[in-house]
């Protein structure tokens, strides 16, 4: 959803800063967000004509964008004293050298989402 309200967003020429916000929600769920944010910069570059406000806007959209991310950080360091848990836990997920059959596998059949209920995972 907030994908869809960013993308209205640029369609209806919103002002960067309102788009940057949104961006900044959306890099909350980190990939999507994270992915998106060149194109803010693109569409903040385009919005303004004047060289100097072009780069004023353009600094302050890439500041905002990353709001949300933080925030997520903070939350994790907050809670488990990691504020990169969501990295570590993914790096400790490809340490267990499966091959990529494995982890397909494992993907179709839903093994991650199992092994969060299975007490001896």
């Known amino acids: 959803m907030l994908l869809l309200l960013l993308l209205d967003f ?3 020429r919103a002002q960067p800063l309102a788009v ?6 959306l890099t909350g769920v980190r990939v999507p967000g994270v992915v998106i944010i ?7 570059w ?13 600094a302050l959209s890439l500041a905002v964008c ?10 994790l360091h907050a809670d488990f004293g990691d504020a990169l848990a969501f990295v ?19 993907l179709a059949t839903l093994g991650p989402l199992r092994r969060m ?3 001896a995972s």
């Not at 940057?20 to 929600?25: D, E, K, M």
């Not at 060149?38 to 903040?44: A, E, Q, S």
């Not at 990353?66 to 939350?75: D, K, N, R, V």
């Open 20 to 25: 940057a916000l949104v961006c900044g929600a």
């Open 66 to 75: 990353g709001w949300g991310i933080a925030m997520f950080a903070w939350h």
């Open 117 to 119: 209920f299975d007490p």
């Open 88 to 106: 570590h836990a993914q790096e400790a997920y490809e340490r267990h050298g499966h091959s990529l059959s494995d982890k397909l596998w494992s």
């Open 38 to 44: 060149p194109v803010v910069l693109l569409y903040t």
């Open 46 to 58: 385009n919005y303004s004509p004047a060289p100097r406000a072009r780069a004023i806007h353009v």
């Open 10 to 12: 640029m369609r209806r």
